[in-house]
């Protein structure tokens, strides 16, 4: 399985991006997809994930900001940003899970992680 982030960049705060995530494998449908983010000198955090069927979970502090999406026929994962914030400045990475884990906010149940995008907010 092979997960390519994309889509980060620089934005002014209040702005809007959106990141991408392809991932790969006969199953990749199947798979709980997530993304986290990992600021410089902070810990990684979760972000948002979605289950195959489409429930979504998101951390409390993108609620409402965030909306996580998913293309199955084209085993593509969507992370639409809005109202930007400078905290919300950092590395995003998605991660996929394979096993449909119900502790999905753990970074460490998920099995592939991709590359990595940088998202930066002026303020």
């Known amino acids: 399985v092979q997960l390519q982030a994309s889509g980060g960049g620089l934005v002014q705060a209040g702005g809007s991006l959106r990141l991408s995530c392809a991932a790969s494998?006969?199953?990749?449908?199947?798979?709980?997809m997530a993304w986290f983010r990992q600021a410089p000198g902070k810990e990684r955090e979760f972000v948002t994930a979605?289950?195959?069927?489409?429930?979504?979970y998101y951390a409390d502090f993108v609620k409402g900001r965030f909306t996580i999406s998913r293309d199955n026929a084209l085993n593509m994962v969507y992370l639409q940003m809005n109202s930007l914030k400078p905290e919300d400045a950092a590395v995003y990475y998605c991660?996929?899970?394979?096993?449909?884990?119900?502790?999905?906010?753990?970074?460490?149940?998920?099995?592939?992680w991709g590359q990595g995008t940088q998202v930066t907010v002026s303020s």
């Open positions: 991660a996929a899970d394979l096993h449909g884990t119900s502790v999905y906010w753990l970074g460490n149940q998920y099995d592939f």
């Open positions: 979605i289950r195959s069927g489409g429930r979504t």
């Open positions: 494998g006969p199953t990749a449908s199947s798979y709980l």
